[in-house]
């Protein structure tokens, strides 16, 4: 089955407003348009920068919450004076944060981005979550209140076990966000309803796309969807599978397009088919690739 996206149908929102958990990895991230990136040695000047809380998990939360929703990001920012750029972003598009460590006195990891002008393509540098494990001892008591849907993005992996496998007892869906693998992930899958995995997520020993669907199958994943930038996604849902044409657009900046596409299928999922929901998920995405920034797409009126 092929799904070809006629329009543009980024706008439509539900009427019912949802509450999203998502957790995983909240960085500061600053980010320069530039002719390219720069050689050893080189200095560049940039056309354009902005500064953006970011991480995967929290731009799906800011998707989401754009989407007339109500987003949680769950995960480590800390007491450092650069935290302050975090919460005002955060706070002015509307995404709570439940901190897993707010004493932590060191300052928050942060991405260097570096956006071509010419192409949108992004070059990126950063320090993830590895230096800010958290226990599963510091998730706050009252984080399940009214939560429709989980998505973890497998930067906290003790946690995000835990709030997986606690979404599941709850018959709460849990969605991943499989950019990469990462050690540890393996003890989450049992728990996922819904896996959305780019072309690089190679588990151990996956060297191709089918192996990776065979083996996020083993682990009774019943909806997986593997993205290709640019070129049609591929899905199983249940026995069904095939494939979804995704809009064909100029880019001025891909920086977060998966992201994105992740919390706006977050949304779309509560209402519509997996199928359905990659397709409106795919517009949504497209669309930000559009603007320069994580966050410009969302002025649209």
């Not at 940039?46 to 799906?60: C, I, M, Q, R």
């Not at 995960?75 to 935290?83: I, K, W």
């Not at 709570?96 to 300052?107: G, H, Y």
């Not at 001892?137 to 835990?162: C, R, T, Y």
Request: glycine letters at 6%; charged letters at 15%; hydrophobic letters at 40%.
């Amino acid at each position: 089955m092929s799904i070809d996206i006629i329009g543009d149908k980024s706008k439509i929102q539900n009427p019912k407003s949802y509450r999203g958990l998502f957790v995983g990895l909240v960085t500061l991230d600053l980010i320069y348009l530039a002719n390219s990136a720069p050689q050893n040695n080189q200095k560049l000047v940039a056309a354009d920068y902005t500064v953006a809380a970011g991480g995967p998990a929290t731009n799906a939360a800011v998707t989401f919450a754009h989407l007339s929703n109500q987003a949680t990001i769950l995960g480590v920012v800390g007491s450092h004076p650069m935290t302050q750029l975090i919460y005002s972003d955060l706070e002015n598009y509307r995404v709570a944060i439940a901190d897993l460590n707010p004493n932590q006195p060191s300052p928050p990891p942060v991405s260097s981005i570096i956006v071509t002008q010419a192409t949108g393509e992004r070059a990126v540098i950063s320090i993830n979550a590895a230096k800010t494990p958290a226990s599963s001892g510091s998730i706050p008591a009252n984080i399940w209140q009214n939560i429709d849907i989980v998505l973890i993005d497998g930067h906290q992996i003790e946690v995000g076990k835990a709030i997986a496998q606690t979404a599941k007892s709850a018959n709460i869906p849990v969605v991943i966000d499989g950019g990469s693998w990462k050690p540890g992930f393996e003890q989450i899958l049992p728990f996922v309803d819904y896996a959305l995995c780019s072309a690089n997520f190679y588990p151990p020993n996956c060297n191709a796309e089918l192996e990776v669907v065979d083996y996020l199958s083993s682990f009774g994943i019943l909806h997986i969807a593997i993205t290709h930038g640019d070129q049609p996604i591929t899905y199983l849902s249940r026995d069904q599978s095939g494939t979804i044409t995704v809009p064909q657009i100029t880019a001025v900046d891909t920086l977060g397009a998966g992201d994105i596409f992740h919390g706006a299928f977050c949304h779309y999922i509560l209402s519509e088919n997996f199928p359905n929901a990659l397709a409106q998920a795919a517009n949504v995405a497209a669309s930000s690739c559009q603007f320069f920034g994580t966050r410009r797409w969302m002025e649209i009126k």
